[in-house]
């Protein structure tokens, strides 16, 4: 299993910009790292995706070292409603039902105003 | 407009009771899943589902089953719950292809309360 490590909770205050790792040591050659956003009463929302190096879309950049053990989850220049749980997924939706799909207990993200 | 969705959003019921929470996607995505997300905010998936294969996670009871009328829908259903059922249940989906590892898109959840 590609069990995922990430700090429990993380604060931060607006404007600065905020990098969540996720250490996934046994992750396998056919995984993707996934990152997924949640407030409370929500499901969680699909932020960004990666393979290798790096990935960056209009809300965040994912960085992916080449031995691909860890990868850190970069919000630039935060603000109150960023404040949420983060949680990094590792995993192939290709293995439909794989236990790779439970997710880790995340980051709670609190923003300072 | 509402991509993943779930009825009811609240549940309350008594020990012993049976129950269903209804999922249905528009997205057109071939694979659906439940989890489970406790008071400590762990997400576990339950079940995954497509057209062909039901893939289920050998740690849910078998009270557990998920009954799919068509592609877009996925309804779990509870019989003789008890009070360790009590959690937000999660519907999602998403399109699984050879290439891609595409995301999963998750309804707004069903908190099911047993009393």
């Known amino acids: 299993l590609a069990k995922t490590t990430q700090p429990i909770s993380m604060d931060s205050y607006e404007g600065q910009e905020v990098n969540i790792t996720c250490s996934h040591n046994?992750?396998?050659?056919?995984?993707?790292i996934t990152w997924y956003q949640q407030f409370p009463s929500q499901g969680p929302r699909f932020i960004i995706q990666g393979y290798k190096t790096k990935v960056t879309n209009e809300v965040a950049s994912l960085f992916i070292p080449a031995d691909r053990k860890s990868s850190t989850l970069s919000l630039p220049r935060v603000s109150l409603s960023d404040t949420a749980v983060y949680y990094c997924?590792?995993?192939?939706?290709?293995?439909?039902?794989?236990?790779?799909?439970?997710f880790g207990t995340g980051t709670r993200l609190t923003i300072i105003p | 407009d509402t991509a993943v969705s779930q009825t009811p959003k609240y549940l309350v019921t008594q020990m012993g009771n049976d129950k269903s929470i209804k999922c249905e996607q528009n997205?057109?995505?071939?694979?659906m899943y439940w989890y489970k997300q406790d008071s400590k905010k762990f997400l576990k998936i339950m079940f995954s589902y497509n057209n062909k294969e039901l893939i289920i996670n050998e740690t849910v009871p078998n009270r557990f089953s998920p009954k799919s009328p068509d592609k877009a829908h996925l309804n779990l259903h509870i019989n003789s719950l008890e009070l360790g059922d009590s959690a937000v249940y999660f519907c999602?989906?998403?399109?699984?292809?050879?290439?891609?590892?595409?995301?999963?898109?998750f309804g707004n959840g069903t908190r099911l309360t047993v009393t």
């Open positions: 046994n992750i396998a050659t056919n995984d993707y």
């Open positions: 997205l057109g995505h071939d694979t």
């Open positions: 999602a989906s998403s399109q699984v292809a050879e290439r891609d590892n595409s995301p999963l898109h």
């Open positions: 997924l590792v995993g192939d939706s290709r293995n439909f039902g794989n236990e790779k799909l439970t």
